[in-house]
């Protein structure tokens, strides 16, 4: 008990002759596998200590024996007993519990992970794959001998950061200004930056343009998201809203009074592609045409109102454009993208585009661009950084070295690190500065940014907690009155948002129309929100669904990502359906098909989890989506989407719908793999047709003699056109509205 105390381990149960401790929960710590393994060696020597007293006095040996293991557990509080508070549960409890059986008296046994993570810390002597109860594997195992005489360090996991002190990049920030120069001056410049996460690319950027605020020019930007690939044209659109300076709580006519009011200047032959920017923005634009219109004609006069923006608004003053996280792009901003660098070198614009390595951009290669990497900061530029978070000038070498060991060289880690440190009272202020409370080998500092930020969420109060986790559910960015809303927490709320605030965790980020905060770095959202378990992540994501329908009701298809997003995690199947659909058609009337087909993919994963209740459903999505599958020219795939609408018209008991699914199944054939496969497809539709299904007799017959035409039979196609000429004047006879899709298909 002492050697478990001792390592600030917790005991959650006395079995008898056995003990449980817990070590990193329900606290986490940043090296609790090392203190596990060193609390497991004490006790050993302790207790061999008292067996040779007991050894002494009789013929009875007393030994015990140790298993660990490390992973994550659930735990949970079960008593008022200070001694006694949590319990653990969960596949690492019984495999450190499989370990401990299979230890010899007197041995501590370990498993990899656990080695992995402690084992530079001690001399371990390897054992191999064990056989045990539950694992059909061997797993691998270790015996910890003793503790190594020296304590060595282990790299920091890459993260991003956030907001920190700005120190070094001179050389990027000049860069970027000289480059800024060239565009004002009419010769566009666009410029890629890249960077691992944390590395500095947002910060730079704002240093940047908080250099440029004496210059006379127009600054946009747009976010792409960790979400937001299947989310159609989502920075475009923030382009146009800061453009337009579009707020968040605008209705639609103030937004198009604010387009209409800016658009004013333009040209005559530019305005007429404005239209397709309201499009954009979800409003109405002013022409019936631009949403009746076929996608991919709109999506040309997008394109064409994209680059009308540009210039003319490079005309009145200079252009900063600046699209962040390119490796989260969406598919249509991509091709936006595209055709917008294309106009900037003629006109006095600067675009920056920031992603991280690893992604690989798809707008070529011009002699106007230009891309900077950034790399890791010397020692004493993290010296400084750690300097101006603690407000201080001078830092002894004992905590600067320790500091930049850490942190090697990235800003964020350096940040996180030198405030973990104070925050767990390892560093104290003395005499203008700071100075280690503890001996320098006692210091334990988090080895990854992950566990730093958790060990900083675990230290919240309760209801401080409570807070981050609930907006970690809505998302990286969140809205204090949508937090307000699915909150059930006693305190006030905004009070906590500002002590979240100050500890810098998430910060504001719009003030009007209404206050709205983002963590501070993804990571941090990551890490809050990996800290529910998964019955209570379902339930908040049905609150955050159901409150963002009721407070954005009047503007929802804005939403229909989001409300896909969180009726799915919350296995809401139904709605999590309903919405993904409606995605997926926002999307096809977006033109952006990969989107589409995504959305539709995932739609028909749910009518899995449904079952027979949703065949219905299942069989129109499918359709959808073979019908984008066709259009983008994958046949052979459009082919396997009409399968499955074959099987649920047959599961439905629908012939109309088998034979017209059995048709199209017929046509992709006969355009993809399979021309002779197809054609009898199509006759085994025409088959059905003949039970009595005018409509697919008509079709079927217009296909076979379409395809005999294609294929150089002129004298086969004829009799079958005639016919399916004669069907279709019958059909509009009994009903002349009677028109078809797939006819028209």
Same mark, same amino acid.
């Given at each position: 008990?002492?050697?478990?105390?001792?390592?600030?381990?917790? +005991?959650?149960?006395?079995?008898?002759?056995?003990?449980?401790?817990?070590?990193?929960?329900?606290?986490?710590?940043?090296?609790?596998?090392?203190?596990?393994?060193?609390?497991?060696?004490?006790?050993?020597?302790?207790?061999?200590?008292?067996?040779?007293?007991?050894?002494?006095?009789?013929?009875?040996?007393?030994?015990?024996? #140790?298993?660990?293991?490390?992973?994550?557990?659930?735990?949970?509080?079960?008593?008022?007993?200070?001694?006694?508070?949590?319990?653990?549960?969960?596949?690492?409890?019984?495999? *450190?519990?499989?370990?401990?059986?299979?230890?010899?008296?007197?041995?501590?046994?370990?498993?990899?992970?656990?080695?992995?993570?402690?084992?530079?810390?001690?001399?371990?002597?390897?054992?191999?794959?064990?056989?045990?109860?539950?694992?059909?594997?061997? +797993?691998?195992?270790?015996?910890?001998?003793?503790?190594?005489?020296?304590?060595?360090?282990?790299?920091?996991?890459?993260?991003?950061?956030?907001?920190?002190?700005?120190?070094?990049?001179?050389?990027?920030?000049?860069?970027?200004?000289?480059?800024?120069?060239?565009?004002?001056?009419?010769?566009?410049?666009?410029?890629?930056?890249?960077?691992?996460?944390?590395?500095?690319?947002?910060?730079?950027?704002?240093?940047?343009?908080?250099?440029?605020?004496?210059?006379?020019?127009?600054?946009?930007?747009?976010?792409?998201?960790?979400?937001?690939?299947?989310?159609?044209?989502?920075?475009?659109?923030?382009?146009?809203?800061?453009?337009?300076?579009?707020?968040?709580?605008?209705?639609?006519?103030?937004?198009?009074?604010?387009?209409?009011?800016?658009?004013?200047?333009?040209?005559?032959?530019?305005?007429?592609?404005?239209?397709?920017?309201?499009?954009?923005?979800? #409003?109405?634009?002013?022409?019936?045409?631009?949403?009746?219109?076929?996608?991919?004609?709109?999506?040309?006069?997008?394109?064409?109102?994209?680059?009308?923006?540009?210039?003319?608004?490079?005309?009145?003053?200079?252009?900063?454009?600046?699209?962040?996280?390119?490796?989260?792009?969406?598919?249509?901003?991509?091709?936006?993208?595209?055709?917008?660098?294309?106009?900037?070198?003629?006109?006095?614009?600067?675009?920056?585009?920031?992603?991280?390595?690893?992604?690989?951009?798809?707008?070529?290669?011009?002699?106007?661009?230009?891309?900077?990497?950034?790399?890791?900061?010397?020692?004493?530029?993290?010296?400084?950084?750690?300097?101006?978070?603690?407000?201080?000038?001078?830092?002894?070498?004992?905590?600067?070295?320790?500091?930049?060991?850490?942190?090697?060289?990235?800003?964020?880690?350096?940040?996180?690190?030198?405030?973990?440190? #104070?925050?767990?009272?390892?560093?104290?202020?003395?005499?203008?500065?700071?100075?280690?409370?503890?001996?320098?080998?006692?210091?334990? #500092?988090?080895?990854?940014?992950?566990?730093?930020?958790?060990?900083?969420?675990?230290?919240?109060?309760?209801?401080?907690?409570?807070?981050?986790?609930?907006?970690?559910?809505?998302?990286?960015?969140?809205?204090?009155?949508?937090?307000?809303?699915?909150?059930?927490?006693?305190?006030?709320?905004?009070?906590?948002?500002?002590?979240?605030?100050?500890?810098?965790?998430?910060?504001?980020?719009?003030?009007?129309?209404?206050?709205?905060?983002?963590?501070?770095?993804?990571?941090?959202?990551?890490?809050?929100?990996?800290?529910?378990?998964?019955?209570?992540?379902?339930?908040?994501?049905?609150?955050?669904?159901?409150?963002?329908?009721?407070?954005?009701?009047?503007?929802?298809?804005?939403?229909?990502?989001?409300?896909?997003?969180?009726?799915?995690?919350?296995?809401?199947?139904?709605?999590?359906?309903?919405?993904?659909?409606?995605?997926?058609?926002?999307?096809?009337?977006?033109?952006?098909?990969?989107?589409?087909?995504?959305?539709?993919?995932?739609?028909?994963?749910?009518?899995?989890?449904?079952?027979?209740?949703?065949?219905?459903?299942?069989?129109?999505?499918?359709?959808?989506?073979?019908? +984008?599958?066709?259009?983008?020219?994958?046949?052979?795939?459009? *082919?396997?989407?009409?399968?499955?609408?074959?099987?649920?018209?047959?599961?439905?008991?629908?012939?109309?719908?088998?034979?017209?699914?059995?048709?199209?199944?017929?046509?992709?054939?006969?355009?993809?793999?399979?021309?002779?496969?197809?054609?009898?497809?199509?006759?085994?539709?025409?088959?059905?047709?003949?039970?009595?299904?005018?409509?697919?007799?008509?079709?079927?017959?217009?296909?076979?003699?379409?395809?005999?035409?294609?294929?150089?039979?002129?004298?086969?196609?004829?009799?079958?056109?005639?016919?399916?000429?004669?069907?279709?004047?019958?059909?509009?006879?009994?009903?002349?509205?009677?028109?078809?899709?797939?006819?028209?298909?």
């Amino acid at each position: 008990m002492d050697a478990v105390h001792r390592y600030e381990g917790t +005991v959650t149960s006395f079995t008898g002759d056995g003990v449980m401790a817990l070590f990193g929960a329900p606290i986490a710590h940043e090296d609790g596998a090392r203190r596990a393994v060193s609390a497991a060696l004490e006790m050993q020597r302790s207790l061999a200590d008292y067996s040779e007293e007991v050894r002494r006095k009789g013929p009875i040996e007393c030994r015990f024996r #140790v298993g660990l293991n490390t992973g994550p557990v659930v735990v949970g509080k079960i008593s008022d007993n200070l001694d006694m508070d949590y319990t653990a549960l969960g596949d690492t409890v019984n495999l *450190a519990s499989r370990m401990e059986e299979a230890a010899e008296p007197g041995q501590v046994y370990m498993t990899e992970e656990t080695h992995r993570l402690a084992g530079d810390y001690f001399e371990c002597e390897p054992l191999g794959g064990l056989m045990v109860k539950g694992k059909s594997a061997p +797993v691998v195992a270790y015996r910890a001998v003793r503790e190594k005489p020296a304590v060595r360090t282990r790299l920091q996991a890459q993260a991003e950061r956030g907001l920190t002190a700005f120190v070094g990049r001179e050389q990027e920030l000049s860069f970027l200004r000289g480059y800024f120069d060239q565009a004002k001056r009419g010769r566009g410049q666009v410029v890629f930056i890249t960077g691992e996460a944390g590395l500095g690319k947002s910060r730079l950027l704002l240093e940047f343009r908080r250099s440029l605020l004496d210059e006379p020019l127009k600054w946009l930007e747009g976010h792409c998201i960790s979400y937001g690939k299947r989310i159609p044209y989502l920075p475009i659109s923030d382009l146009i809203k800061r453009n337009f300076l579009v707020e968040e709580g605008d209705n639609d006519e103030k937004i198009v009074a604010k387009v209409d009011q800016g658009t004013s200047g333009w040209d005559e032959a530019t305005r007429q592609t404005v239209p397709y920017l309201k499009y954009l923005l979800n #409003v109405d634009s002013g022409d019936e045409a631009v949403a009746a219109m076929d996608p991919m004609e709109r999506r040309a006069g997008i394109l064409d109102g994209l680059r009308a923006l540009l210039t003319q608004e490079s005309r009145k003053r200079p252009l900063v454009i600046l699209i962040e996280d390119l490796h989260w792009v969406d598919e249509k901003s991509e091709e936006a993208l595209a055709a917008i660098v294309d106009a900037v070198r003629s006109t006095p614009t600067l675009m920056v585009l920031t992603y991280r390595p690893g992604y690989t951009h798809s707008l070529g290669d011009r002699t106007y661009f230009s891309r900077l990497a950034l790399g890791h900061l010397p020692a004493e530029e993290s010296a400084a950084i750690a300097e101006r978070v603690l407000h201080v000038g001078h830092l002894p070498e004992q905590v600067v070295s320790l500091i930049t060991s850490k942190g090697e060289g990235n800003p964020f880690y350096v940040e996180e690190v030198t405030k973990a440190l #104070v925050e767990s009272g390892i560093l104290r202020p003395s005499n203008g500065s700071y100075a280690l409370a503890r001996p320098l080998d006692q210091v334990r #500092v988090p080895d990854t940014i992950q566990e730093v930020i958790l060990s900083r969420i675990d230290r919240l109060e309760q209801e401080a907690k409570e807070a981050i986790q609930l907006a970690s559910v809505i998302g990286r960015e969140f809205t204090s009155r949508l937090l307000n809303r699915i909150s059930d927490i006693d305190a006030k709320l905004d009070d906590l948002l500002v002590d979240l605030k100050k500890l810098e965790l998430i910060y504001e980020k719009d003030y009007f129309p209404e206050l709205s905060y983002m963590f501070k770095h993804a990571l941090t959202h990551d890490v809050a929100y990996s800290t529910l378990l998964l019955e209570r992540r379902k339930n908040l994501h049905r609150m955050v669904g159901a409150a963002i329908e009721e407070l954005y009701a009047d503007r929802l298809p804005e939403q229909y990502e989001a409300l896909a997003h969180h009726y799915q995690e919350a296995q809401d199947w139904e709605k999590a359906l309903d919405y993904l659909e409606k995605a997926g058609d926002k999307a096809v009337a977006a033109y952006a098909n990969q989107d589409a087909l995504d959305y539709y993919g995932r739609a028909l994963e749910v009518c899995e989890k449904i079952g027979l209740d949703a065949l219905k459903p299942a069989a129109a999505v499918a359709e959808k989506r073979g019908f +984008v599958n066709f259009g983008i020219g994958a046949p052979d795939d459009a *082919a396997k989407d009409f399968e499955r609408v074959r099987e649920c018209a047959q599961m439905l008991g629908d012939r109309r719908q088998e034979g017209f699914a059995l048709g199209w199944i017929g046509i992709m054939n006969a355009w993809g793999s399979d021309p002779e496969g197809g054609e009898a497809k199509i006759r085994a539709a025409l088959e059905i047709g003949d039970e009595g299904y005018d409509d697919l007799r008509a079709v079927t017959t217009f296909w076979l003699g379409s395809l005999s035409r294609i294929y150089g039979k002129f004298d086969e196609s004829r009799p079958f056109l005639e016919r399916a000429d004669e069907l279709v004047q019958s059909l509009a006879t009994r009903s002349p509205s009677a028109s078809g899709r797939s006819w028209a298909a």
